[in-house]
């Protein structure tokens, strides 16, 4: 069995926004017990990572060290046409994932206790995100 | 088909063990010839990551730059409360894999002669890790 | 329904090469419309990325922040025996892709408008890479 929807998620600009909900209604609608569920982001500017969902001091400090090995505005750049957060947007994005593949049990997506999926916008500015989810299973 | 099974990893503190054989094992089980294996470690502090399975300074070197790039205790971080080793194990974790999918073919991994699948712990504590093996296949 | 082939690259060197068509046509001869293309490189010294497809400068500009972040020749390293560039290869394989699967949507990938599958060649030397590649879907 496969299931295949798109979730679209506006941003406000850089940062995280938890999608763990979103994806786990798919799931639930793909109606299958045990399988994976591949989440992929459309974009090379935005990414998706699986991070602690307690303490959201834990995303602060993740955008703090990715601020400063990636810093926007770096002279290393070339590539500075749509902006001074845009090439460092692209790095980020080959450094975190583009795709996640999370494991469905119990019809549901088998995330440990203190896991959550989060969409990382890279760029400043706010944007319409794409992510397709697809649920392989039985 | 689908085969799915939870794999425990007992680990000593910071560092990579292989855990390639268990999951072939797995894959055995699974009785399937082509398709795909999905690993995923259910924690926001270990990793998975396919690297060298032939001279272990490769896996010493990695965390020797991985240590440097990511410093234990560093004041960059406002989330200590847990340890100077525990903010450095979300970014690691952030840039290194919690899932990981690889082709199964003739029921077994196939992994390149010189490709080990390996946990990687990122506290320096001793931890007890969860990995969840889905395969899926025909 | 399964489909599973090889494609085989040959690198001139550290770079990104391009395999969006080849593995497009891997999809294709798959003959199914949804699911998902996992394509796993069977090395530790290079990578597979999915980034911006139109302006090659960006691919330059990673290369340049990668070459930066991980340089060649290291005094870090201890594993030095194969070259200058082979530690450096296994740590930028490590954040990077080993495996990266794509939704397949209508029989193709469905990949953002910008975005581009390539496989990264982290070695300085010419080498033959290998790359599986498994279609699963309905």
Redesign the interface.
Do not use: C, Y
């Given at each position: 069995?496969?299931h295949?929807e798109e979730l679209r998620v506006p941003t406000p600009g850089r940062g995280t926004q938890e999608v763990t909900a979103d994806v786990e209604g798919i799931v639930a609608r793909a109606g299958l017990q045990?399988?994976?569920c591949?989440a992929?982001?459309?974009?090379?500017s935005a990414s998706l990572?699986?991070?602690?969902n307690a303490?959201p001091?834990?995303r602060?400090?993740?955008e703090?060290?990715l601020a400063?090995?990636?810093p926007d505005g770096?002279r290393?750049?070339?590539?500075t046409a749509e902006g001074p957060d845009d090439?460092p947007a692209?790095?980020r994005?080959?450094?975190?994932?583009?795709?996640?593949?999370?494991?469905?049990?119990d019809g549901r997506l088998?995330?440990?206790?203190?896991?959550g999926l989060y969409l990382y916008e890279h760029r400043t500015a706010p944007h319409g995100r794409?992510i397709?989810v697809?649920v392989?299973?039985?």
């Open positions: 069995m496969i295949q045990t399988g994976t591949n992929f982001v459309l974009h090379t990572v699986v991070t602690e303490d001091t834990v602060k400090d993740l703090s060290w400063r090995a990636v770096d290393l750049f070339r590539h090439m692209h790095v994005s080959a450094l975190l994932e583009t795709s996640v593949t999370i494991p469905v049990t088998a995330l440990g206790t203190w896991q794409r397709v697809t392989v299973g039985a």
